[in-house]
């Protein structure tokens, strides 16, 4: 199985700054990499597709990057309802798997 | 308005069964790819099951191959996990989710997710 890694695997940041989240895959994934958001106590929602598409409806401070091993999620100016859990998803071949997670976390 | 409803969770034994139902409304079951996604309590989300449109492709994590079914009912618009065999590491909120809009292999929507307890 694909290990997917992210990092970090938390983090606390102000509204305004800028969110960088790294996800890397133990093998090459081409851009088959998903990006979701989970707030406490919801479901997870889509944000990014084929690593860098963003979702309909996804505001444009999201954005998503890296092919192959490396990937990145970024957030341009955070907002307060942007703090959350994301994580990575790799679809490049069975059995799916996410990474371990990235807490964004009010400073 | 695309919508997955999960329901069928609840308390249940070790070694014993439950089946899940996955509600679904404003797309076709038949045209597109849907999975289960499991997140035990406290941790990351762990794909479970995943069947293709047409039914003819199913898989499993390993962890539930053999005690876990994926199957569906078009006509009743509705997507089920049969789960037998339950231990406590099952304990989780099960999620079900509708594919992407350009591959079936990721979740484009999902559900609100619905509880299970393995506990005696």
């Known amino acids: 199985a694909i290990r997917m890694t992210q990092s970090p695997s938390s983090l606390s940041a102000s509204t305004g700054e800028k969110v960088t989240i790294t996800c890397r895959a133990s093998?090459?994934?081409?851009?088959?990499l998903a990006w979701y958001q989970q707030k406490p106590g919801k479901a997870p929602e889509l944000l990014i597709y084929?690593?860098?598409i963003l979702k309909s409806g996804v505001p444009s401070r999201f954005s998503g990057s890296g092919s192959g091993t490396d990937f990145t999620l970024t957030i341009r100016s955070l907002q307060s309802e942007d703090f959350a859990t994301y994580y990575c998803?790799?679809?490049?071949?069975?059995?799916?798997?996410f990474g371990g997670g990235t807490k964004v976390e009010v400073k | 308005q695309v919508q997955v409803v999960e329901s069928g969770g609840g308390v249940v034994q070790p070694g014993g069964s439950l089946r899940l139902s996955c509600a679904t409304s404003?797309?076709?079951?038949?045209?597109?790819?849907m999975h289960w996604v499991r997140q035990a309590p406290g941790k990351g989300l762990e794909w479970v099951a995943f069947?293709?449109?047409?039914?003819?492709?199913?898989d499993y994590v390993d962890s539930v191959k053999g005690r876990f079914t994926i199957s569906r009912d078009n006509s009743k618009n509705t997507l089920y996990l049969q789960m037998s065999s339950l231990r406590a590491e099952d304990t989780a909120v099960y999620y079900c989710?509708?594919?992407?809009?350009?591959?079936?292999?990721?979740?484009?929507?999902w559900g609100k997710g619905t509880t299970v307890i393995v506990s005696s």
């Open positions: 989710a509708k594919d992407g809009d350009s591959s079936e292999d990721y979740m484009g929507v």
């Open positions: 404003g797309f076709r079951l038949d045209s597109n790819g």
């Open positions: 069947i293709k449109y047409d039914g003819n492709i199913k």
């Open positions: 093998q090459g994934i081409s851009s088959y």
């Open positions: 084929d690593a860098l």
């Open positions: 998803q790799q679809y490049h071949s069975y059995p799916l798997t």
